[in-house]
């Protein structure tokens, strides 16, 4: 069904839940599979170009979905992974950069925020009242406390933001979070 929205689709499905899948309304120029040889083993991450009709410059699109930190070295598998993604996104000259994905972080942890310092790329996120992303199934309109922001957009500043929205789950275990931007 969404193939009728989004006819340009990457998809890296895992057996475990760690998979990726790319949706686009925009043709690929250009797609690759990132290794992330990490502390643990090796994982991925997902480039994509992309140009919009009413844009001038390529949009880059790295993506990723690292380990949940449920022990001491995932913790470091998770940090190693987003810390890659970053330095990737950070160095990419191809235009405007976005770098998304269900980090398993949330933007309090100081990793998340030596990230923003040292990555270049900014975010939109309220840092009060935050619209939580995880879990899906604890959703209580109005009342937010038994979820966390954990899915994250982080862009270059040559992209202004026109929208956000965190909707809700289509069957997921995280709500979605949808941008809008526009070339400054």
């Not at 989004?6 to 057996?15: A, H, L, T, V």
């Not at 998304?100 to 923003?116: A, E, H, Q, R």
């Not at 109005?142 to 954990?150: A, G, H, K």
């Amino acid at each position: 069904e969404l193939k009728e929205i989004y006819p340009y689709q990457i998809q890296e499905p895992r057996p475990h839940p760690f998979g990726i899948i790319v949706l686009s309304r925009h043709k690929f120029l250009e797609t690759d599979k990132i290794t992330l040889d990490g502390p643990e083993y090796e994982s991925f991450g997902l480039k994509a170009v992309l140009k919009p009709e009413d844009f001038e410059s390529p949009v880059t699109i790295f993506t990723m979905h690292p380990t949940a930190p449920m022990t001491n070295i995932k913790w470091k598998q998770r940090n190693f992974e987003v810390t890659h993604m970053t330095k990737l996104a950070t160095d990419n000259n191809n235009g405007h950069t976005i770098l998304m994905g269900d980090w398993n972080l949330t933007m309090f942890s100081p990793f998340f925020k030596d990230i923003l310092k040292t990555g270049k790329l900014q975010t939109s996120h309220e840092w009060i009242l935050p619209r939580p992303t995880w879990p899906s199934f604890l959703y209580i309109p109005y009342f937010r406390t038994f979820q966390i922001p954990i899915d994250h957009i982080l862009f270059s500043n040559t992209l202004t933001p026109v929208h956000k929205a965190v909707e809700e789950a289509m069957g997921s275990d995280h709500h979605p979070v949808i941008m809008t931007f526009t070339e400054r």
